[in-house]
């Protein structure tokens, strides 16, 4: 396995995005790299009594066609992040580690940050604390062109390939069962948000990446 892996910024990523984290003795995450909506760069994905459900992160409008990761804002709009705490407390409320986890977890919907790719990288760093792994993260300083990567280069790229609609092929990533609250209502579901993971298996979590 290479030593070096590119990833998109992600808002409480999937489980497959810490894996990588997890496996790499070098983590760059992209901040020059376009916004693309629906993609786990504003939106994580949790398990609740109907289902899968999508939380998603409003962004301010920007000019023309597009803009880089790190320079979207975070919108206001439409009481997001009660919204997002109350789906969470319903979802996982009674599971194992809820409590345990969340006054660590709450100021990430009380506080407010401008630019999505700094909330999202605190959020990575906590997790990682939570989770108990130390990865070497570094942002981008450029955008890392396709051309630039090759064999001899020594990085694996999952920027395009980890997303919620037609993922990329990933060899080296295999999601284990682990215990989930609705599991004999839909039964396992695979590569939620790792928010799922931790408050389903605590410090054990990290077996699971």
């Given at each position: 396995m290479s030593s070096v892996v590119l990833l998109s910024s992600v808002y409480f990523g999937p489980v497959q995005w810490y894996q990588k984290l997890n496996h790499y003795s070098e983590c760059q995450i992209e901040r020059y790299d376009h916004f693309i909506k629906q993609t786990y760069r504003n939106r994580c994905l949790i398990a609740t009594t109907n289902g899968i459900q999508a939380l998603t992160v409003p962004t301010e409008k920007y000019e023309g066609d597009k803009c880089l990761m790190k320079d979207i804002r975070i919108s206001d709009h439409g009481n997001w992040r009660h919204l997002h705490w109350n789906a969470l407390l319903s979802a996982y409320g009674e599971s194992p580690f809820f409590e345990f986890y969340q006054d660590e977890l709450r100021p990430f919907f009380e506080k407010r940050w401008e630019?999505?790719?700094?909330?999202?990288?605190?959020?990575?760093?906590?997790?990682?604390?939570?989770?108990?792994?130390?990865?070497?993260?570094?942002?981008?300083?450029?955008?890392?062109?396709?051309?630039?990567?090759?064999?001899?280069?020594?990085?694996?790229?999952?920027?395009?390939?980890?997303?919620?609609?037609?993922?990329?092929?990933?060899?080296?990533?295999?999601?284990?069962?682990?215990?989930?609250?609705?599991?004999?209502?839909?039964g396992f579901l695979p590569n939620l948000s790792i928010l799922d993971l931790l408050f389903n298996e605590g410090n054990e979590a990290v077996l699971f990446l």
């Open positions: 630019f999505l790719y700094d909330f999202n990288m605190e959020i990575t760093e906590k997790i990682c604390r939570l989770l108990d792994i130390h990865p070497v993260i570094i942002p981008t300083d450029e955008y890392v062109k396709m051309d630039q990567i090759n064999q001899d280069s020594g990085i694996m790229d999952y920027r395009d390939s980890i997303r919620p609609k037609h993922p990329g092929k990933d060899e080296f990533f295999l999601p284990k069962n682990y215990y989930q609250v609705y599991s004999q209502k839909f």
